[in-house]
């Protein structure tokens, strides 16, 4: 089955500074990646996602990238926020109605 | 619209008890997924429910099980606890369209269970 390292676990940033996280998985057929982002205490929700057929998508400060022939994808954020501070997690799927598969999350700590 | 909800939102249970938790989709959303959240492990998958049938399953032994009602809300049960039962237990929901192979996972706020 499908297997997603998530690297860093943890990540320390100054207000201002850019915080990258960058996710591996194993089969190749994959070809949905979303990024959740989950507060302390509160339920993991959606912050971007990005298909097989695009290299790269962004929203405002975030954006994903996609190296699907390194089997590779990775959030950045730039200009980060001490709100920002939370744990994200990648996740993977491919056709068929499968489930999606998650990495371990990163907490991300923005200090101001 | 509402978003999902689970209740309870936290259980105390003692080894050796079951537990049936509760998970009611956004209105509309056919597919209901249940997943473990523990600090170590991340989310791991337990299954998911589709129609009332249950059309995936993660690697978690007999005693985690679900179903899903007409209405598509879904309860997991687990029994005989075990310490390692501890976790958080996160629902999500999914419209499932067909023409559109990617399916945002909508989630609950979860259930805290503690088992002592």
């Known amino acids: 089955g499908e297997n997603v390292e998530q690297h860093p676990s943890t990540l320390s940033v100054q207000e201002g500074d850019s915080a990258v996280i960058k996710c591996t998985y194993s089969?190749?057929?994959?070809?949905?990646f979303p990024w959740y982002k989950q507060e302390l205490g509160k339920r993991p929700q959606l912050i971007i996602d990005?298909?097989?057929?695009?290299g790269e998508k962004k929203d405002q400060r975030i954006a994903v990238t996609l190296n699907k022939t390194a089997k590779h994808f990775s959030l950045h954020i730039t200009e980060t926020q001490p709100e920002d501070s939370a744990v994200y997690f990648c996740?993977?799927?491919?056709?068929?109605?499968?489930?999606?598969?998650f990495g371990k999350g990163t907490r991300l700590s923005v200090i101001a | 619209k509402a978003g999902v909800t689970q209740t309870p939102r936290y259980l105390i249970k003692t080894r050796g008890q079951q537990v049936t938790l509760s998970c009611s989709p956004i209105?509309?959303?056919?597919?209901v997924s249940w997943y473990q959240q523990t600090p170590g492990q991340g989310l791991q998958f337990l299954f998911e429910?589709?129609?009332?049938?249950?059309?995936n399953k993660g690697n978690f032994p007999g005693r985690f099980s679900g179903r899903q009602f007409s209405n598509s809300r879904s309860e997991m049960n687990v029994s005989t606890l075990e310490l390692g039962d501890s976790a958080l237990y996160l629902c999500?929901?999914?419209?499932?369209?067909?023409?559109?192979?990617?399916?945002?996972?909508?989630f609950g706020p979860g259930t805290r269970l503690t088992v002592l």
């Open positions: 999500a929901s999914s419209f499932n369209r067909v023409e559109v192979p990617y399916n945002e996972q909508f």
């Open positions: 089969d190749s057929a994959s070809n949905y």
């Open positions: 990005i298909r097989s057929n695009v």
């Open positions: 996740a993977v799927t491919y056709p068929g109605n499968t489930p999606l598969v």
């Open positions: 209105s509309g959303h056919r597919s």
């Open positions: 429910y589709f129609s009332e049938t249950q059309r």
